[in-house]
């Protein structure tokens, strides 16, 4: 019966060691101003996005085909 209990105190331990490596580091104020950074961002370029995605739009007729192979024609 403690190996049950070892083996499941192991496994758990990396799981509360990272848990709590996150609570402690807290974002500071004067760190914020990097964070909000254009290259931060989730889309930095989105006039540049939104024009691949306009191109993609053209060329294949549907929405959404900014991430699928195949050219204009139909083939793939």
């Not at 019966?1 to 709590?20: D, E, G, H, S, W």
């Not at 370029?45 to 192979?69: N, Q, T």
Request: hydrophobic share 40%.
């Amino acid at each position: 019966m403690p190996r049950i209990y070892l083996a499941l105190f192991l496994a758990l331990l990396p799981l509360v060691v990272l848990t709590q490596a996150c609570s402690l580091e807290r974002v500071k104020p004067w760190e914020r101003d990097l964070l909000a950074e254009k290259k931060m961002q989730l889309d930095p370029h989105p006039l540049e996005s939104g024009l691949d995605e306009h191109i993609y739009f053209s060329k294949e007729a549907s929405s959404g085909g900014a991430g699928v192979g195949g050219g204009g024609c139909g083939c793939n």
